[in-house]
């Protein structure tokens, strides 16, 4: 089944009274796994422990991104204490800990050529591009061990015009596999995000059956698919894919955004509605994250967002 990793166990019956449905001051929580990231910054004032007990007081049960990590980053001594204080606050809430961007690389080929990213000039070898990812791998699990959080969003890079297709998916799936034996040996779970290549030029994994091919090939549990519906219906035109059986085995998690200018949900294009009772029916119980704009950022827009959700909540049954 996708998306098993943290299932929710609450009960889903509406009128229940039981803890496990209700917030401390008596709200409902959802019946999905939606996971804000960045949103509902009016009613926090910006403060992130702040937004956090918003979304916990207002039936959320996740949250995502609380930390952008930076995997070439030596972070200081402050900064390491605030992503641990974050992170035992998420757990003191009782919120679950969704994926954290890390090594979702947008501007450099490292897997598929072999690049080390650099700006001062190109390097091409093997063993260098494993030494950086070795040092990116470990800087992203500190991280993830200060948040408590077991997964982390992954991608080859963009397209090398020197080599041939062939070449650079075997670059892909060889570099890959090496990330995802470290992600073993501590227990932890890599994600390829597909990004679309408007928002995105030159990005080699571009769709879904692609990172679905590409996990099927490493074959190896600690490398999954993170599904954007948003990515996916930019570059694809649609979200078919989801009623791929090869597709839909390999997901981890979602991303939602609406179409094209990825905001909330009924701004744009996509039937959010039709999208999540399709991935509940299938029986996903995993993360979605909420990586979207908010066209209303105000107090009032904030319990307009909430509403949505709501909305969408409603086809969990």
């Not at 972070?75 to 009782?94: F, M």
Request: proline share 4%.
């Amino acid at each position: 089944m996708a998306g098993t990793a943290g299932l929710f166990a609450g009960c889903t019956s509406p009128n229940c009274n039981d803890k496990c449905c209700k917030t401390a001051n008596g709200t409902n929580k959802f019946k999905m796994k939606f996971a804000p990231r960045g949103l509902f910054r009016a009613s926090s004032g910006g403060d992130p422990f702040k937004r956090l007990k918003f979304l916990a007081d207002n039936g959320f049960n996740s949250v995502e991104g609380v930390v952008f990590c930076q995997p070439n980053k030596v972070y200081k001594q402050p900064e390491i204490d605030r992503q641990k204080a974050l992170g035992a606050y998420v757990k003191e809430l009782g919120l679950g800990m969704g994926c954290i961007s890390s090594m979702n690389e947008k501007f450099f080929p490292v897997m598929t050529a072999n690049q080390v990213p650099t700006k001062e000039k190109v390097i091409r070898n093997k063993k260098a591009v494993r030494e950086c990812l070795t040092r990116q791998l470990e800087n992203t699990l500190a991280v993830m061990q200060r948040l408590d959080t077991k997964t982390f969003i992954i991608g080859p890079g963009i397209v090398d015009k020197e080599l041939s297709a062939e070449q650079q998916y075997e670059n892909v799936v060889e570099n890959m596999s090496f990330c995802a034996d470290f992600c073993k040996r501590y227990g932890i779970i890599m994600e390829i995000e597909p990004l679309n290549t408007i928002s995105h030029p030159n990005m080699y994994c571009d769709r879904a059956t692609l990172g679905a091919k590409i996990v099927r090939d490493v074959n190896n549990p600690h490398c999954r698919l993170l599904y954007d519906v948003f990515h996916e219906y930019m570059q694809v035109g649609n979200y078919d894919s989801l009623d791929d059986e090869n597709v839909w085995k390999c997901i981890e998690s979602f991303h939602i955004a609406d179409a094209p200018a990825r905001n909330e949900p009924t701004t744009g294009v996509i039937d959010y509605k039709k999208v999540l009772k399709k991935i509940w029916d299938k029986g996903f119980r995993g993360f979605i994250g909420l990586e979207h704009g908010q066209t209303d950022k105000s107090l009032a827009g904030d319990q307009k967002l909430l509403q949505i959700y709501r909305d969408l909540d409603s086809v969990a049954s």
